[in-house]
C-alpha cells in the first residue's frame, strides 16, 4: 500500500517513518540522490528513526565484522555532513539496542521458512554472492528487518519500487502477529520514493563494489581524476562526432550539478562542437562545487569525531525506550513471564 505522508492515523500527531541503511562506510552521489536526500526532507514535518543496520551488516561481512564499526563512522558522518539534522529525527546503531534481537528471535517463532525463502533477492544474492552467505541470519534477515520498523511502530517507510515485496512480508509478519495475540503491532505502508538510476564512472548503476563510485568525501583532485576516466559516448570519437548526450554519464551529472547550462551542453555535443575532454573538465568543476559545502561540514565533523559518537549515542538512548516498551507489549501480548 503506497500513502501520502499525513498525521498518523494513530495518534493524531506527527507521522513515525522508520528507514535504515547498512553501514558500508564512505557514501557516493547516488547514495545522495537515491537516499539521504529523502531522509533530509522527511526529516522536516515527519517524526524520523533512521538505523545504522550494522547487524544487517553482519550478514555479509561477517568474515570482516571488525571493519563494521568503522564503517558506521564513515557513514554517518556522511549523513550529517550531507545535512541530516538529528535535532529533527532520531540516529540509532541497531546493535545497541538488544530488543531488536530479542524480539527477532520472538517474530521468528511466527514467520514461515516458506515466507522467507520466497523472497525475490534471497536466491539472486546467493547467486551473486556465493553459498557462503546463505546462513540462517541471512535467511531471516526479513524477520529482523520488520522488527526495526515494529519495534518503533513505524507508520511510513520510504521503499523504491523494488522494496516493496520486503515490505509487503514485513506487513505479512505484523498481521500474523495481531492475529494470534491481539492488536500490538502497526502495519507500515509503504511511502514510494522514485530513486534515480545514478550511472558509475564505467557507466554501470554506481556502487563501490563495482568500483566505480564518486565518493562524497572524495578531494577535488581524486573527483577530476575518477571523472577524466569516465564513460562516455562511444560513437563521439572526436570533437567533431555527433555525440549522444542521453546516453553519457557525465551528461546526467551535468544535470545534477549544471542544470542551468544542460540544454546548451547537449545541443553542443549533438552539434559536434563539443569534446569529451572539455566537457568533463567542466563538469568535474562544477561537481566539486555541488560538494562543497558538504565537504566542508566532514571536514568540521572529522575535526571532533567524538561528537558523531555522541550523536548516535543519544539517538540510541532514545530509540531504546521505544524498543523496550514495545517489545515489553509484545512479551505480554504472548503471555510471557
Ligand atoms: S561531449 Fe560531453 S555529453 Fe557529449 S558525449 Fe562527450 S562527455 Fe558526453
Redesign the pocket.
Known sequence: MVVELRASKHTGKRRRIMAGMRPTGRMHIGHLLGALNNFISLSDGNDCFYEIADLHALTTKFERSAEIAGDVREMVTDWLAAGLDPAKCTIYLQSHIPEISEMTVLLSMITPVSWLERVPTYKDQINALGSEIATHGFLGYPVLQTVDIAAFKGEGVPVGQDQLPHLELCREIVRRFNHLYGPVLVEPEAILSETPYVPGTDGRKMSKSYDNALLLADDDATTLAKIKTMF??PE?IRKSDP?H?ET?P??FFHGIVNPSNADS?AHR?RAGQ???VE??ADMAAHFNRFLAPIRERRRKLEERPGDVDEIIADGTKKARTIAQATLAQVKAAMGLM
Open positions: 562516455t559516448d563521439k555525440g548526450p553519457c557525465v551528461f551542453i555535443c563539443l569534446g569529451c566537457n568533463k
